[in-house]
């Protein structure tokens, strides 16, 4: 599977952005999809994960209210809605596709580019 991740930019706090995650390669509607994120000097952290059929979805605690995930498999997408942007949100966000756990990182197989998000308070 192959990941394109988009829809970074910069935001002023309070504003929205959606990122986008487009998939290629083999069956994604057989994967699970995750976003993640990652600061400098910090681990890469679980933000928000779906699983492969749909109905099954975790969220970080710290943006559960604020983002969305949604994933469209005839599309090949895995969407993050992220509204009520805040500083501390501002990291360089990583989509993915697995088979096994939804919130750990090691689970997944494949991952995107990385786009990045930036919070200007």
């Known amino acids: 599977v192959q990941l394109q991740a988009s829809g970074g930019g910069l935001v002023q706090a309070g504003g929205s952005l959606r990122l986008s995650c487009a998939a290629s390669?083999?069956?994604?509607?057989?994967?699970?999809g995750g976003w993640f994120r990652q600061t400098p000097g910090k681990e890469r952290e679980f933000v928000a994960g779906?699983?492969?059929?749909?109905?099954?979805?975790f969220y970080a605690d710290s943006v559960k209210g604020r983002f969305t995930i949604s994933r469209d498999n005839a599309k090949n997408t895995v969407d993050l809605q992220m509204n009520s942007l805040k500083s501390e949100d501002t990291a360089v966000y990583y989509c993915?596709?697995?088979?096994?756990?939804?919130?750990?990182?090691?689970?997944?197989?494949?991952w995107g580019q990385g786009t990045l998000v930036t919070v200007s308070s």
């Open positions: 993915a596709a697995g088979r096994a756990d939804i919130i750990k990182p090691s689970a997944y197989d494949f």
């Open positions: 390669g083999r069956t994604f509607s057989r994967y699970n």
């Open positions: 779906i699983g492969w059929s749909g109905p099954i979805i």
